[in-house]
């Protein structure tokens, strides 16, 4: 009895408290209201009104918040100083895997896939509804259990070499080119070996909890995976199908 409760408490607290959220966004408004109801939450939140002091937060140059190492970055894409494209970017170039969920009045679709592919991790469309934006943090901060154990230089599984932080895989020795779809995924497979995955836990690991497509997007980008890291594709040994489950790494 003693155990379990003890167990509850930290997985309570390790969903809440430990989490320390990064918003960058200058409309003090939204930030206000963002920031009631992140600590609602029970996250610890830290706030930057333009892009420069955001950048001196994660850098550890900033007075007023020194060793503040957030676990997800809250980012408006419209900032003075420096934008949020331009933060992202810098992120991602220096191997910082922290996910990223941008928050932008521009709505467009070019405008999605443009933060998408400079490596934020979700995208909400200002104005939304705090409840959403709450679902959305949960659902990111859950994904980032996943990666951050697989955060390290390099992850070998056989004559697979894989190096998260720079993007590169070596294939028996030979560098293989992969999205950055093949690449997220084949990375959480090498984060556990063995492990069963339904194709809807690849989903929401993978492309998120928004995403709109079925569950054969994931067969496709499997084919894909196995064309270019089996020997023999029809024959798999490392992207295994799991039948009536999903699939698992080896
Ligand atoms: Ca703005």
Redesign the pocket.
Known sequence: MLSLEITQTSSGSELNQKNRILLV???ELIRDMIVVALEEEGYEVRTARDGRVAIDILQGTDPANPDFMPDLIVL????PEINGLDICRLLRYQGNIVPILVIS?KGSETDRVLGLEVGADDYLTKPFSIKEFIARTRALLRRQRYTAISSTPVQKFRDINLFPQECRVLVRGEEVNLSPKEFRLLELFMGYPRRVWSREQLIEQVWGPDFLGDTKTVDVHIRWLREKLEKDPSQPEYLITVRGFGYRFG
């Open positions: 966004e200058d409309e408006d894409l419209m900032l009045a």
